[in-house]
């Protein structure tokens, strides 16, 4: 037997211990351990029953994700699973952790499934662009019906044990941290009751129910296309639970198959199943050992209570940090404690706080107006205006009033870190968590080290992101950092490009269609045209401006709005871009395109990704991939601007940027590194 699958036996029962770290994956080696192990306790008479169950943090966490897009070893999967449902002897699968995918799968062909309360049993393939390539999507239906299978598939989420309990995804709970002696006592009970085996596949009155009704599917297509757009699995997984519905289960399984490897084909489950290893990398900090010392962090500071910092302090609050917040006058305090509990209380009637939870965190705040109150905070957060003399103030005044060992962090989204560390006596203690808003909602945080940040405070900034559920994306300081940086000539250029004949809509169209949720123009009008104007030159956005037209805020922007606030195409609007295109000396030359539209706005932003990587603001390539899908929405299953690039080809992107460098000037000229990866063949991404 190997060291990865061990066998004991206690009275009949023989209980295979599966010990592969961090997640017993079920790669090759724990395949082949759970190969010898089902059938070594097939041929053992005194084992009478099995009960299955792993060591470390958690029952099998699906397939191993690493092994996908090579050659599949044997045995497979399905060679274990036959080994075990087919089986004469009862199968228990004793489950903690989260088991989830191939692993929940492999405990649906277990005869009984008993877990912990703290547990949680998914199949979020759907996660990685793919379906429960198993027998998930024909074993859960089985169990829970037609409905509650789309709904836990397509969704993706692990759900916890007393739920799977309520519908039938387990069968018992074991006491907490007795998993081990409740599974086979339960064991013990199921060969004393001497109960027929009763294998999921072969049960069926939960899907009879649903055979001919088409309406669900369509229906549950209708009701969600909106969420599923550019994504392929939801389609394929909806098609799966239908076989599970009208085939045999054999055929089921067959037609499940062919929909699985259509998925694991695609260059969108590619892109969703690099985007997994890309988010946990970006905690691995190439300079930072793994081991260095995290700061204690048990109370905070946050000095502005506008809709930046209230959201910030609100991550806080979730966990449980006590939070003094800071304002300039009592009027603005209340008004930021009062926007913090209405959010509170929005999520509470959406079910997801109760009254007490909305109490327990607004009891955490400590609204102060004087700085003082900050003397024993271990982090302060600043999130004022964009004005360096405003954060630089407030800085030097924190240094004196905070313990020397304290963190001074700022959420600028653009200014030098450096330039703010240099008015403490401790720029060491200095850095910069830069919040995507609404911060309260947006997963990323940009941590922004300064020229002399120390690592332990760069740690911590990103173990503490971690803890408030947020990812943590290192950049070096520089103009934007990483994602406004990269995004930025992608706003620039959309102004540039409508002077030239493609309308606001015509472009906004193209970048609804490559993927993102909305265009440059309606997000601009989004936000307002006056937020953060160069008012240093005439600007189109300031013709639009003076002109009355704001963005939605003033019902008109680069589209006029209803009072639904749709956007409508606008004459008026059209004829000030043309008015200014005059302006400028540019004729148009009428419309382009999607795909002229797609590269002219999105390859600058790879080429500046390739300076961000150049100047080694970001550590690695699948960070700034990273930071764009989470701080911008850039499409999931496209895995960013430079994952994307690679499947576009760097040759090829090279040789638009230089056409249009040749046309539009030097912002489209290829960085360094671009050109070179393109030349050499290389890629950003592809290891
Ligand atoms: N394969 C390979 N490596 C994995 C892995 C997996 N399934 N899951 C985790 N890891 C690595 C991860 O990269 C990290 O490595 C370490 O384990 C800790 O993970 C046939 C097709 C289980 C909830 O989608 O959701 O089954 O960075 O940092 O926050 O139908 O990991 O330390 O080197 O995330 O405690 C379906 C994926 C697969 C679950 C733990 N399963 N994993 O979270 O730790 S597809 C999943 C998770 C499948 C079948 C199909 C989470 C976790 P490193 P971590 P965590």
């Known amino acids: 037997m190997s060291s990865v699958g061990t066998i004991t036996i206690e009275d009949g029962v023989g209980i295979i211990t599966i010990d592969s770290p961090p997640v017993n994956a079920l790669g090759i080696h724990v395949r082949r351990a759970l190969r010898d192990c089902f059938t070594a306790c097939a041929a053992k008479d005194e084992v009478k029953a099995v009960v299955l169950i792993c060591n470390g943090r958690t029952f099998f966490a699906g397939a191993d994700i690493s092994e996908f897009g090579k050659p599949l070893e044997e045995p497979t999967l399905f060679e274990v699973m036959d080994l075990i449902e087919n089986g004469v002897k009862p199968v228990i699968a004793a489950i903690h952790g989260t088991a989830l995918g191939g692993g929940y799968e492999l405990a649906l062909t277990c005869h009984y499934r008993i877990a912990v309360p703290s547990a949680k049993v998914g199949l979020p393939e759907v996660q990685l662009g793919l379906l429960p390539g198993a027998g998930g999507t024909q074993r859960l239906p089985r169990i829970v019906g037609a409905a509650a299978a789309l709904d836990i598939i397509v ?20 006491d907490e941290g007795k998993l081990r002696e409740d599974a086979v006592a339960f064991a013990r009970r199921i060969l004393a009751e001497g109960k027929p085996l009763q294998r999921v596949r072969d049960r069926h009155d939960k899907i009879d129910a649903d055979k001919g009704n088409v309406a669900l599917f369509t229906e549950f297509r209708a009701k969600n296309a909106r969420a599923f757009r550019g994504f392929k699995a939801p389609e394929n997984i909806i098609k799966a639970v239908q076989a599970a519905v009208e085939l045999p289960f054999d055929e089921g399984r067959k037609r499940e198959r062919e929909l699985f490897e259509e998925l694991h084909d695609s260059i969108e489950s590619a892109a969703q199943r690099y985007y997994f290893f890309a988010e946990r990398q970006t905690a691995k900090i190439p300079d930072v ?59 509470a009637s959406k079910g997801r706080l109760t009254a007490a939870d909305v109490e327990k965190r607004m009891a955490l705040i400590t609204p102060a107006i004087d700085l003082g109150a900050l003397s024993d905070a271990d982090l302060v957060i600043e999130a004022v205006f964009e004005r360096m003399e405003i954060k630089k103030d407030i800085f030097a005044r924190l240094d004196r009033i905070v313990k020397r060992d304290a963190i001074l962090a700022s959420n600028t989204s653009y200014l030098s870190i450096d330039e703010i560390a240099s008015v403490t006596s401790r720029p060491e203690n200095v850095l910069g968590l830069h919040f995507f808003s609404p911060a309260n909602v947006m997963r990323l945080v940009e941590v922004v080290r300064g020229a002399k940040t120390r690592n332990e405070v760069i740690a911590t900034g990103m173990a503490l992101a971690k803890k408030i559920g947020k990812v943590a994306v290192l950049s070096r300081v520089g103009p934007g950092f990483i994602a406004n940086r990269v995004l930025g000539p992608r706003k620039d250029h959309a102004e540039d490009l409508i002077l030239e004949g493609p309308t606001p809509t015509e472009v906004d169209q193209a970048i609804y269609d490559y993927g993102f949720a909305m265009g440059p123009f309606q997000m601009l009008d989004l936000v307002g045209l006056d937020v953060i104007l160069d008012d240093t030159q005439r600007t189109l956005r300031g013709d639009l401006i003076a002109a009355g037209r704001r963005g939605q805020k003033s019902t008109a922007g680069f589209y006029d709005y209803d009072e639904n606030r749709k956007p409508k195409v606008s004459q008026a609007a059209l004829d000030i871009i043309a008015e200014f295109a005059r302006f400028k000396g540019v004729t148009p030359k009428g419309s382009l395109p999607a795909d002229e539209i797609v590269a002219r706005l999105l390859y600058p932003v790879v080429n500046e990704g390739a300076k961000v990587l150049e100047e080694g603001i970001a550590s690695r390539a699948s960070d700034i991939d990273v930071a764009c899908i989470l701080g911008y929405n850039w499409p999931l299953y496209t895995g960013g601007p430079m994952f994307w690039a690679d499947t576009v080809g760097l040759q090829k992107i090279v040789a638009k940027l230089e056409e249009l460098e040749r046309e539009h000037g030097e912002a489209f000229r290829p960085a360094k590194l671009l050109k070179e990866k393109a030349a050499s063949g290389g890629s950003f991404t592809r290891g």
Do not use: H, W
Not at 298 to 314: F, K, L, N, P, Q
């Open 155 to 174: 969704g993706g989420a692990p759900i916890p044990a007393r739920k799977a309990l309520e519908l039938g995804m387990i069968d018992c709970l074991a």
């Open 289 to 347: 050992p793994a081991d260095t010392p995290i700061l204690p962090i048990t109370s905070v500071g946050i000095i502005g209570a506008g809709t930046m910092g209230g959201g910030i302090a609100m991550n806080f609050l979730n966990v449980g940090v006590p939070v003094t917040l800071i304002d300039t006058t009592q009027e603005a305090l209340d008004r930021g404690i009062r926007v913090i509990r209405k959010n509170y209380e929005i999520s």
